[in-house]
């Protein structure tokens, strides 16, 4: 079974309407996705190649038992071990990959569980991205905060006692530029201790501009590793261009950023060769960069508003916790992030194993903090990207991570 | 198996044991490395002798790789002056960087070696630093151009054996250039733990000049070596430990 | 006078040639230093050794 992401909305006009269907059914109307556009940087790097050789080669139906239980019992996780531990051979062993993930976790982050939440300060986009409510032809209510907005909103999340912000936008430069963005982190600074940065993907210079604007770790998700189907998913807009996006996390650290987390959303491709993909991005980077911080995260594929049908496949919850013990497994260091896409149930289980960080009080819409947070209702909202699953808010969060005897921690860095 | 070769600067090596020629007669040497199968081996630069007659090249077989050291350099200007002074004798342009600023316990110098490596790497030479086994050290000799990375088990001529395995493991695990495990070996059971750990190669001098019979412990040190390497590319086995771990399951929370 | 290899010798005036000859080095097997400076094969003959001239002549030797 396929998800069917193509839905029309009346208000396109005929011609819109047309565009849309020609950029769905015809490729050669799309911009070729292997050219860079106009002001992307290119930059020299080999971590691409070392990561698409090893996915395009990862076979994982020749893995068996044997090999799975020899990756576990190594006290060094190699390739070839990760490689078994993503393999189906290894669903069995879910509760001994669990288990020797926790004890991963626990050597490298005791039994803390960092705790921020995301904000949406727009919500305009310029690609078709087929799966995304945000996606340019879908009808939704957009929205780009004032200055005086986001620090309204900045206030009523500082108020709720958290002090780690992650900025996002919609992918349009030309709604919200890299000055606007660096307003808003500037005043983050102000309310919040750590500010990240998950926005659409840019160059150096401008990487080095954010992070003086007080911003200092960058997330952006790869989506999907698979070219060929990236292409298909992906259909208008500076994010066809494959390539650039997978040398963002490179850039940004060039550029002076303190951390980047990475990701593939799960679900949309063979998601076994999306996560190899992913921890390996994380793995050759890392040696390249051996100061920075990484980190992962795992979304899987939700509905949206517009097409409620919107699943991810067959990436269930079993497999999804296969995946993470294999990250823990083979990254004990990296940083693990489960979003507010997956049930309060998933991610209380998932911090006691492999998740380090977790967002609370969340929104994915424009301007509704308030609403969510007081339940008192004041002027316009954007709409959301896509529908959460677990809605606690901070308070919530922080008593229920208490409860299952782990520490939460709004915040451990000290900016220098 | 067959095509596991050794790489080091493109050269190509079907063998992992490099010998060092120090602290035993002349004569012994092509028996040595005719029993040890190594295919490179170490050499110092001195003054030269006008009465001895003999030259070490002609005991060395021709198809072997001269790996001439450094010892002696104190600094990096030292270092480099005999590099380029080996380089010179003709041999090729291997040099193996050996700075010792301290002659009590013969520890080489780490940041004078980057900055020899760095020098000597651009003017061609295929370098292999002898360090301590320093995970930054290591970086920096990476990027710095090593052509390998040589850390010590123990002391030079101890034959203590592996004293800082962890930290060697952590460079096999890190760097991305073969390590080489010099200094400190002195038996062939430890060089083949080095080899089953993941390195690349194995170089060893005392524990054969202090051995009884060195053609004999240069033909068990190759056994090793070649064990070690099988056992690696094999992947060791389970180790069955006593009791195990009982908890409540990890995983009952997951929905299908 | 000369230090050759740390001795000071009477060989001012004579070429690197000259004095490896009478020395009996074999040219093959070794490097000569003058000052610091590796003094390539096809200049001993026309290199002329001054007073208070350094010069080092090295060649390989057992080591580990």
């Known amino acids: ?416 | 198996m067959e095509n596991d070769k050794l790489v080091i600067a493109g050269h190509e090596f079907n063998s992992r044991f490099i010998l060092g020629s120090g602290k035993y007669s002349m004569k012994l040497i092509e028996a040595a490395v005719k029993d040890a199968g190594a295919e490179m081996i170490t050499l110092s630069v001195r003054r030269a002798n006008t009465k001895e007659h003999e030259n070490i090249l002609d005991y060395i077989p021709k198809n072997v790789t001269l790996l001439p050291n450094t010892s002696g350099a104190r600094n990096a200007d030292e270092a480099v002056r005999i590099a380029r002074l080996a380089r010179e004798l003709g041999c090729g342009n291997f040099v193996k960087i050996e700075i010792m600023r301290d002659t009590k316990y013969l520890l080489p110098d780490n940041s004078e070696t980057i900055k020899a490596t760095e020098t000597l790497a651009k003017e061609g030479f295929a370098v292999l630093p002898y360090m301590y086994p320093d995970l930054n050290a290591a970086r920096d000799l990476v990027s710095a151009g090593a052509a390998a990375v040589m850390p010590l088990a123990s002391p030079i001529g101890s034959n203590k054996g592996l004293a800082t395995k962890d930290f060697i493991q952590i460079l096999i695990d890190e760097i991305d250039l073969p390590i080489i495990v010099d200094a400190g070996i002195g038996r062939p059971s430890q060089a083949c733990e080095a080899m089953e750990m993941g390195c690349a190669a194995v170089m060893a001098n005392t524990a054969l000049a202090t051995a009884g019979d060195l053609p004999l412990m240069a033909a068990a040190f190759k056994q090793a070596i070649e064990a070690g390497r099988k056992a690696y590319l094999a992947r060791p086995g389970r180790v069955l430990t006593r009791g195990g771990s009982s908890s409540d399951p990890l995983t009952g929370f997951l929905r299908d | 006078m000369v230090k050759i290899n740390g001795k000071p010798l009477e060989t001012a005036g004579k070429t690197v040639e000259e004095y490896l000859a009478s020395a009996g080095y074999d040219k093959a097997r070794i490097v000569v230093e003058l000052n610091e400076v590796i003094i390539p094969k096809e200049s001993y003959a026309d290199t002329v050794l001054k007073d208070g001239d350094a010069v080092e002549i090295v060649a390989f030797m057992g080591g580990g």
């Open chain 1, 1 to 416: 079974m396929e998800n069917q992401f193509f839905v029309d909305s009346e208000t396109l006009s005929e011609k819109a309407l047309e565009k849309k269907h020609r950029l769905e059914n015809d490729p050669s109307v799309r911009a070729d996705f292997t050219k860079y556009m106009e002001g992307m940087e290119v930059i020299e790097s080999d971590v691409c190649d070392n990561v698409m050789s090893h996915m395009e080669s990862y076979d994982y139906s020749k893995y068996t038992a044997l090999d799975v239980e020899a990756a576990l019992r190594h006290e060094n996780c190699t390739i070839e071990d990760f490689k078994a531990l993503l393999s189906p051979a290894a669903e069995p062993f879910l509760e001994q990959m669990a288990q020797k993930a926790r004890l991963e976790t626990a050597k490298h982050f005791g039994n803390t569980v960092y705790l921020f939440t995301p904000l949406y300060i727009a919500n305009y986009c310029e690609n078709y991205c087929v799966y995304c409510g945000f996606n340019c032809y879908n009808q939704i209510k957009r929205m780009k905060l004032s200055i005086e907005q986001i620090e309204h909103e900045m206030k009523v999340i500082a108020d709720s006692g958290m002090e780690e912000i992650l900025i996002l936008t919609g992918e349009s430069r030309a709604q919200s530029d890299v000055h606007y963005i660096g307003e808003a982190c500037k005043l983050a600074r102000k309310y919040f201790r750590m500010v990240g940065l998950e926005v659409y993907p840019v160059n150096t210079e401008e990487y080095k501009y954010l992070h003086k604007c007080g911003a200092d770790y960058v997330t952006v998700f790869q989506e999907t590793y698979d070219k060929t189907k990236y292409e298909t998913l992906h259909l208008l807009g500076h994010k066809r261009v494959w390539r650039y996006r997978f040398d963002t996390q490179e850039r940004a650290l060039r550029g002076g950023m303190r951390g980047v987390a990475f990701s593939a959303l799960l679900g949309l491709s063979d998601f076994r060769k999306d996560a190899l993909a992913s921890a390996l991005h994380v793995y050759f980077l890392q040696r390249k960069f051996p100061q920075a911080e990484m980190s992962l995260s795992c979304p899987r594929l939700r509905p949206i508003i517009n097409n409620d049908k919107i699943s991810p496949l067959d990436v269930h919850e079993k497999q999804l916790c296969q995946i993470l013990c294999a990250y823990r497994i083979f990254l004990p260091y990296v940083g693990i992030t489960v979003s507010t896409r997956e049930s309060a149930e998933f991610r209380n289980g998932i911090v006691k194993i492999a998740a380090t960080k977790v967002s609370a009080g969340v929104s994915t819409g424009i301007g509704d903090h308030e609403s969510k947070y007081t339940g008192k209702q004041e002027g316009e909202c954007g709409d959301e990207q896509f529908e959460i699953n677990d809605t606690r808010s901070l308070e919530k969060m922080y008593g229920d991570i208490t409860g299952e005897g782990l520490q939460p921690v709004l915040n451990d860095y000290l900016y220098v």
